[in-house]
């Protein structure tokens, strides 16, 4: 049976010839006695049961401020990283552009040089080609006087070369 507190202001005792009944009485404090002890060790329970949770909760606020705070740290941590990535990668651009350049200008270089000795192997060509037809030119007119001049002394110590007649 619980008893509350409006029970006890409204217990009555029956009167006897020397007041209440002791027995009764006795009872009754028995039971509030054991009511009492009983809340008691509850209320040493919960109080037991509630510095516990708030010390959870401390550590649990604790806990929370730091992964808080963890992450914040991240987020700066990972920006900065992607700030640095950033400019590491613009700096590798500027530098992959500026070798493209290079390499650009070293080819039209090349190109410039390739095409000025073609060139000059045209002239030496147009040169040679010139120098071998006169060349060839003054030797077939060497061999055109040789011959003019042969053909009297073949009339004269030689008979004439038969012609063929092969039809």
Do not use: C, H
């Not at 700030?83 to 080819?107: G, H, M, P, T, W």
């Not at 040679?128 to 040789?146: G, Y």
């Not at 053909?151 to 008979?159: I, L, R, S, V, W």
């Amino acid at each position: 049976m619980k008893i509350t507190p409006l029970d006890l202001r409204k217990q009555e005792f029956k009167k006897t010839f020397r007041g209440y009944d002791p027995e009764e009485v006795d009872a009754f404090l028995e039971i509030v006695a054991a009511e009492f002890e009983q809340i008691s060790k509850e209320n040493a329970s919960l109080r037991e049961k509630m510095e516990s949770l708030g010390t959870a909760l401390a550590e649990y606020r604790n806990l929370e401020k730091t992964l808080q705070e963890t992450l914040l740290t991240a987020q700066r941590t990972t920006e900065a990283a992607r700030a640095n990535s950033q400019r590491e990668a613009d700096l590798i651009v500027r530098d992959a552009q500026i070798r493209a350049e290079k390499i650009v200008d070293q080819a039209r270089i090349q190109l410039s040089e390739i095409k000025q000795v073609i060139a000059n192997l045209k002239m030496q060509r147009d040169s040679f080609l010139a120098r071998l037809k006169a060349l060839l030119n003054s030797q077939i007119e060497l061999l055109e006087t040789l011959e003019l001049e042969e053909e009297p002394a073949f009339k004269e110590n030689e008979p004439p070369p038969e012609e063929s007649t092969e039809s």
